[in-house]
């Protein structure tokens, strides 16, 4: 039976790293990987057979090129009934990540949002004063009603759905966008997980903190922040594999794994990849033994997927008289020795290369990795003077009541993790 997945991209980063997934995708299909069932992750025409992306997609008005003209948007504007609708000739910036995209797929007109009021600038994007938390979620409130006739389209093409795969931009006000939306998620779909990619780097803290509180401490969603990745081929490579579950084998599926990965609600996690994975002509087993691969210090559990690896790169069997057929099985046995009866999780591991490279990739809850993670976040948020920040967050009702409740739940997550070092 196919268990469908619905796909978020909210920002215009999460965007260029969207475009790449679907782009691996149409090259999967292309050369028949039987590991993947694109149900899962597309409708088909029934006429042409043309796939169509399970996807809501989000972004600035002048960055969906061919797939929504300027008029169209002007058009579907009115028909929502926005009150303000700037007509005016701009130059369009051609470095848009819609012309990136190389599927065969087509996108749906309802999957497509873009913020009508503000436009990308690639020279100096501060202009679109589409900048922080809260103004995203004003921005919520006025196109709800499109964001959920568009969720409620998506919602209705699926007969057994697994949940939702997030990607959002977590410098800016898409991050508040983005909660808006997961909380209506997690109202509408509660037995569904919302795993939420935050994607951008560490210069907005407060944005960074308050979408970070709000997926974890609210809504007790899995939320992995993806910061400082520059190439978002591998990124999105990385995105999609940590959920790659569908097999013939695996009944595994994103709310059976979300319970194993964040048990307690601890559901801050940590992507992990090495694209590409070279042995430099060691065995698996001799690689793992070498080099520090995983850097896990206080492991809770991990869901990895590697492809690629022969069963003749995994040992010499020469030497080692293991009854060991897949990368996946030798991970498991590796990580168990290393850390005892830890919860861990595996995929089965795939022979097939991707263009020609082997590569790991995975999730990771780690009681360290979270506790050094959230006492940067509350050791920096705590040297902020509220009486100096922008006033364009006192503008927009974010007031000294929130910014302290935000310091004390940081603090909060942060004793909570120290506990368990003790």
Not at 295 to 309: A, D
Not at 375 to 389: A, G, Q, S
Request: hydrophobic share 30%; glycine share 2%.
């Amino acid at each position: 039976m196919v268990r469908e997945i619905i796909t978020l991209q909210i920002g215009n980063e999460s965007n260029n790293v969207g475009t790449e997934l679907w782009n691996q995708l149409d090259i999967e299909q292309t050369h028949n990987n039987t590991l993947i069932d694109y149900n899962t992750y597309y409708t088909y025409n029934k006429k042409t057979n043309i796939p169509s992306p399970r996807v809501l997609i989000i972004d600035y008005r002048n960055t969906f090129g061919y797939l929504l003209n300027d008029d169209e948007t002007n058009i579907n504007s009115l028909n929502n009934n926005n009150s303000s609708i700037e007509i005016v000739n701009r130059q369009i910036d051609n470095n848009f990540w819609s012309k990136n995209l190389k599927t065969n797929a087509k996108f749906h007109s309802k999957s497509l949002i873009p913020l009508t009021d503000y436009w990308y600038y690639s020279t100096n994007n501060q202009d679109n004063q589409f900048d922080i938390y809260p103004i995203g979620q004003q921005i919520y409130k006025k196109i709800s009603d499109q964001v959920e006739n568009s969720l409620h389209y998506l919602l209705e093409s699926c007969d057994s759905l697994q949940g939702f795969r997030c990607l959002y931009d977590i410098n800016n006000s898409f991050s508040g966008l983005f909660t808006s939306i997961q909380d209506y998620l997690c109202d509408e779909c509660p037995k569904q997980p919302v795993w939420s990619f935050g994607i951008g780097n560490k210069s907005s803290l407060l944005n960074l903190s308050l979408s970070l509180i709000q997926s974890i401490n609210e809504n007790q969603m899995p939320t992995i922040p993806c910061l400082n990745e520059l190439d978002k081929y591998n990124l999105s490579l990385s995105i999609q594999h940590s959920l790659l579950l569908s097999s013939s084998s695996s009944t595994l599926t994103l709310d059976l794994l979300a319970d194993s990965l964040c048990p307690m609600k601890k559901n801050f996690l940590n992507l992990f990849s090495k694209i590409p994975l070279n042995l430099n002509d060691k065995t698996l087993f001799n690689y793992l033994e070498l080099d520090d691969l995983f850097q896990l210090k206080k492991p809770i559990g991990c869901h990895y997927f590697i492809r690629g690896i022969e069963q003749k790169q995994l040992y010499n069997q020469k030497l080692y008289n293991f009854n060991i057929l897949t990368s996946a099985d030798l991970i498991s046995t590796y990580l168990r020795e290393q850390y005892g009866t830890k919860i861990f999780l595996s995929t089965n591991s795939s022979i097939e290369k991707y263009n020609h490279m082997s590569f790991i990739t995975g999730l990771f809850n780690d009681d360290e990795y979270s506790l050094n993670f959230f006492d940067y976040l509350f050791n920096n948020i705590k040297k902020i003077n509220y009486k100096r920040l922008s006033k364009r967050w006192e503008e927009n009702d974010f007031d000294e009541q929130m910014f302290e409740q935000l310091i004390n739940n940081l603090n909060t997550l942060h004793e909570q993790y120290q506990l368990n070092m003790i």
